[in-house]
């Protein structure tokens, strides 16, 4: 079975302080990762996918395989930031694609 | 591009009854998903449509089904409605043949089951 697993509910910091969001993830086989981002009163969008090892505003995940993690990161913190980030995993082809399984979120707050 | 859309946006059921949430996807794209989240919950996969069938199902029951049209819109329909189903119900939409495997959402329906 596919479970993502996000430990923080809630996670403030300071502008210009770095954040992690952390994720992990249990699958048997050959996961798709991604990360999903709800700002207030906006749809959910995607942020970022693993296999193409991309960035987006300012934003930065590896996945770990060994650990079975996709943390997200970002060196320094800006207010528009604050926002629900969910971590979300896919199987890669087969009858399952496109059927994405969500952590329960973590809110950002991003304090001035 | 409208991008995916949803309607109605909020709506109040009453306990047994039975109600109809619509879902036009991306200009181009093929595949819908539907998704129920609860308050302080992750979205959870209800069931995905491709060709007017439904390809894969996720943990629920009957009283949950779909349909999708030949212009690939899609309803979710939810028969003898409990106070359990009131949620947030959206609606992706991604393209079965691209290399990017990404959906796009819509802004969701609240259901509201009293």
């Known amino acids: 079975a596919q479970r993502v697993t996000q430990p923080e509910k809630l996670l403030s910091v300071f502008k210009g302080a770095p954040v992690e969001l952390k994720c992990n993830y249990s699958?048997?086989?050959?996961?798709?990762l991604f990360w999903y981002v709800q700002y207030s009163r906006q749809r959910l969008q995607l942020l970022l996918r693993?296999?193409s090892r991309e960035s987006i505003k300012g934003f930065t995940a590896d996945l770990n395989k060994g650990e079975t993690s996709f943390h997200l990161k970002k060196p320094f913190a800006q207010e528009e930031d604050s926002a629900m980030y969910y971590c979300?995993?896919?199987?890669?082809?087969?009858?399952?694609?496109?059927?994405?399984?969500f952590g329960q979120g973590t809110i950002l707050t991003v304090h001035p | 591009d409208a991008g995916v859309t949803q309607s109605p946006t909020h709506l109040i059921k009453t306990r047994g009854q039975q109600v109809t949430l619509r879902c036009s996807p991306k200009?181009?794209?093929?595949?819908v998903s539907w998704y129920q989240q609860a308050l302080g919950q992750g979205p959870q996969f209800i069931f995905q449509?491709?060709?007017?069938?439904?390809?894969q199902r996720g943990n629920f029951p009957d009283r949950f089904s779909g349909h999708q049209f030949p212009n690939y819109s899609s309803e979710l329909n939810v028969n003898a409605l409990l106070l359990g189903d009131s949620a947030l119900y959206l609606c992706?939409?991604?393209?079965?043949?691209?290399?990017?495997?990404?959906?796009?959402f819509g802004q969701g329906t609240r259901l509201t089951v009293v």
């Open positions: 992706a939409s991604s393209a079965q043949h691209t290399t990017a495997q990404r959906s796009f």
């Open positions: 699958y048997s086989g050959s996961p798709e």
């Open positions: 693993h296999i």
């Open positions: 979300a995993l896919s199987n890669a082809g087969g009858t399952s694609y496109g059927k994405l399984t």
């Open positions: 200009s181009g794209h093929d595949t």
């Open positions: 449509y491709y060709e007017e069938e439904e390809r």
